[in-house]
């Protein structure tokens, strides 16, 4: 069997200022056919499995474009379009193929497309025809949209937040395809829109549970995958917002029972299940309150992984205000003070100008006499497997002992190597500041004494009811009291 497959991932926020551009693809990799070869450990990580399940089943794979961009505003049309072409000019090449596999994102939105990947696997549709499955991944902050699913035979999102089961998802809808391909499953999907925009840490109650009860309905009487989409709330598309969706073997009746139950039970939790989140120096003060081992706070409103400029000055700002030391805090895109630091070189005593540059949700900048302690042009971090470029980055730390990580590449701060792989001793510490939402959680939560999530200011801000959607139906939790209201 002869399957096709390529990797296109970003998520867009709509709402932020800087389009997306090829520079952006280029920093974390495009690659035209090989990235399983050359960069199986980074982007090519999902192609490199499929390689590894086709070839214990005796299937062969044919890979295509391999591209990914940390969120940001819309991609440019131009780029999206270059991108899609040459998935199709391969796939043409291809054909005829067996099966059709597209690891994808869901939330990629360009100048003149707001459902690139809906608009990406009808165009595959369009060219393999009716009868050739198309399996799609998806990560679980996507639009799932009626687009793709009338073009796609099965499609699963990931179901942890942070995703630490992107490759489990990846081999399931490999099993499924192929299922599919050979005749085994007539999979039919059934989706039901819980109205509602929020966040939801699979990494706590009553989410967990959730979770664990989707999972405990898959292998049985038919059903074949269960997926709960959380939507991405800073992407202003129609389609936007919570989906869960149901695969059954050819029953699409079950399919729906089993999606509007599921709705119901997110529905009936949806207060309990809210994040909660502290004031700047109320996490502070908590941190400080006791006890062995740091203390994680997230500073989820400059999540670059949401858009956000990832330069955000206001935490930063009350650890100096208060003469807070023992803390660590990263990572900062600041490519201007990378440089400066680079000049000065390791050992030198200067003030630098940190962060606040990128808008007004950063704050103004900060000028700390700081010591250039570490200097490295290839940072890199681990996530789902994959290793994460930060580019050229520095370790600066000011009198106080405050260590500060800076970099050259836009990325939220996932895991302790992006500290520790500079040489800063994290154990050591009693606050350890992360600009992340979730992602860092995985590999943060174990060497923590506590995580708590920061309500700071800035551009990702978790006023859900009050995101200003001009596309969106504003006929949405909590927006609106109940939604189903007639």
Not at 88 to 111: F, N
Not at 205 to 229: N, T, Y
Not at 371 to 377: F, G, I, K, S, Y
Not at 419 to 447: C, M
Request: hydrophobic letters at 40%.
């Amino acid at each position: 069997m002869k399957i096709f497959t390529t990797t296109l991932i970003t998520e867009t926020n709509t709402f932020a200022p800087s389009p997306t551009g090829l520079g952006g693809y280029a920093a974390f990799g495009i690659y035209h056919g090989d990235a399983s070869k050359v960069a199986p450990d980074g982007l090519g990580v999902g192609i490199a499995e499929l390689r590894k399940l086709a070839a214990a089943q005796g299937h062969v794979i044919v890979e295509s474009l391999s591209t990914m961009v940390q969120p940001a505003g819309r991609t440019v049309q131009r780029v999206y379009e270059s991108f899609r072409e040459e998935i199709l000019t391969d796939l043409r090449a291809a054909l005829p193929v067996d099966a059709v596999l597209l690891i994808l994102h869901g939330a990629m939105v360009a100048e003149h497309c707001d459902d690139c990947e809906g608009d990406l696997i009808e165009a595959v549709r369009a060219l393999v025809g009716d009868e050739v499955p198309i399996g799609v991944e998806l990560d679980l902050h996507c639009h799932f949209t009626g687009q793709m699913q009338r073009n796609a035979n099965v499609i699963v999102c990931y179901k942890e937040y942070p995703h630490t089961d992107i490759i489990e998802r990846l081999r399931e809808v490999f099993a499924l395809t192929v299922a599919t391909a050979e005749g085994r499953v007539r999979p039919v999907t059934a989706v039901h829109d819980c109205r509602m925009v929020g966040k939801w840490h699979t990494t706590t109650e009553p989410i967990a549970g959730f979770v664990k009860h989707m999972q405990s309905l898959e292998g049985r009487d038919g059903v074949l995958s269960v997926s709960f989409g959380h939507g991405f709330p800073w992407g202003d598309v129609a389609e936007t917002g919570a989906r869960i969706w149901v695969v059954t073997d050819n029953d699409e009746a079950q399919a729906q029972r089993i999606a509007a139950q599921l709705g119901q039970m997110l529905w009936d939790m949806r207060e309990a299940a809210r994040p909660a989140g502290l004031s700047i120096d109320d996490a502070l003060d908590r941190a400080l309150a006791g006890g062995d081992g740091p203390v994680v706070l997230a500073d989820v409103a400059d999540n670059p992984g949401g858009g956000a400029p990832c330069d955000s000055t206001f935490i930063l700002r009350r650890l100096v205000e208060r003469g807070i030391g023992d803390v660590a805090l990263g990572c900062v895109y600041d490519m201007g003070a990378v440089q400066v630091c680079r000049e000065a070189g390791v050992g030198t005593r200067l003030t630098l100008r940190i962060g606040g540059k990128l808008g007004v949700s950063s704050g103004t900048p900060l000028d700390l006499t700081v010591t250039v302690r570490a200097l490295t042009d290839e940072h890199h971090q681990s996530m789902g497997g994959m290793q994460r470029p930060l580019g050229s980055a520095v370790w600066v730390s000011t009198d106080d002992n405050v260590d500060i990580v800076l970099m050259t590449v836009r990325e939220q701060t996932t895991a302790p190597t992006a500290f520790t792989g500079l040489g800063i001793d994290l154990a050591s510490k009693r606050v350890i500041v992360v600009k992340s939402a979730q992602h860092f959680h995985a590999e943060f939560a174990p060497i923590a004494r506590e995580v708590l999530y920061v309500s700071a200011p800035g551009a990702l801000t978790p006023d859900f009811a009050n995101i200003p959607y001009r596309v969106r139906s504003p006929n949405y939790w909590p927006r609106v009291e109940n939604p189903f209201a007639a």
